[in-house]
């Protein structure tokens, strides 16, 4: 089953302008990472936020976690059209084990046009 | 290093026939992840592996599916006999710390079962 929701299911843009996606989920979590998808092609690694941590930055990229309201942002800033993709987050739902599987949610379809 | 390696990278084949999906883990990564994304259903964990022990495969369809790790460069998914529904791309995915890193994914086998 999925964890994480993305809202909205998909955002067009221009180039140059900052696009933002959010992603809620369930229960509690260890980590929430995001994952960027180009079609046909598999997923990519984009940053990782543990839970005791409020926000991350990554060049362009600028995450936030919000425990209390189960909820985290993707910031993207000065999109270029290379960033169109369908953008996942994922969290960690193995709290009490040692081992960690991670469940993706719906995704976000991100269109930046030139 | 290649990255994970999936193979083949599509397949066609008809119903009730058996089918093998193939993946190479990067070098060194303990923890190996069969994933199938779906339009309906998006991506779902079907099985994980541990130093080529499987963890949790909760998420495995029903007896028709089965993976196998028999060491720690090769995993297999079969499907046996195989049913139109099957049809979607199935991931692989490995990581040696999926609490810091994330995981790495394969360019998945796109499954067309008629």
């Known amino acids: 089953s999925q964890q994480g929701e993305e809202d909205p299911q998909a955002l067009s843009i221009q180039e140059g302008e900052n696009a933002t996606m959010n992603c809620s989920y369930k229960?509690?979590?260890?980590?929430l990472q995001w994952y960027r998808q180009n079609s046909g092609r598999g997923l990519v690694h984009l940053i990782l936020?543990?839970?005791?941590?409020r926000e991350k930055h990554s060049g362009r990229l600028r995450v936030t976690l919000d425990t209390s309201k189960k909820s985290s942002s993707l910031l993207i800033t000065a999109s270029r059209a290379a960033d169109t993709a369908s953008y996942f987050c994922?969290?960690?739902?193995?709290?009490?084990?040692?081992?960690?599987?991670?469940?993706f949610g719906t995704g976000t379809r991100l269109l930046v046009s030139p | 290093d290649a990255g994970v390696i999936q193979s083949p990278r599509h397949e066609v084949t008809e119903m009730g026939q058996e089918v093998t999906l193939r993946c190479k883990p990067i070098?060194?990564?303990?923890?190996l992840f069969w994933y199938r994304q779906t339009m309906m259903r998006g991506l779902e964990l079907l099985i994980y592996f541990n130093n080529n022990v499987p963890i949790d495969d909760s998420g495995m369809p029903e007896d028709r599916f089965s993976a196998k790790m028999p060491n720690a460069s090769f995993s297999t998914l079969k499907i046996q006999p195989s049913e139109p529904r099957d049809s979607a791309v199935y991931f692989c995915a490995s990581s040696s710390s999926p609490d810091r890193g994330g995981y790495t994914f394969g360019s998945g086998t796109r499954l067309t079962v008629v």
């Open positions: 994922a969290t960690d739902a193995s709290k009490n084990t040692g081992f960690q599987k991670l469940v």
């Open positions: 229960t509690s979590i260890n980590n």
């Open positions: 070098s060194g990564h303990d923890y």
């Open positions: 936020i543990r839970s005791n941590e």
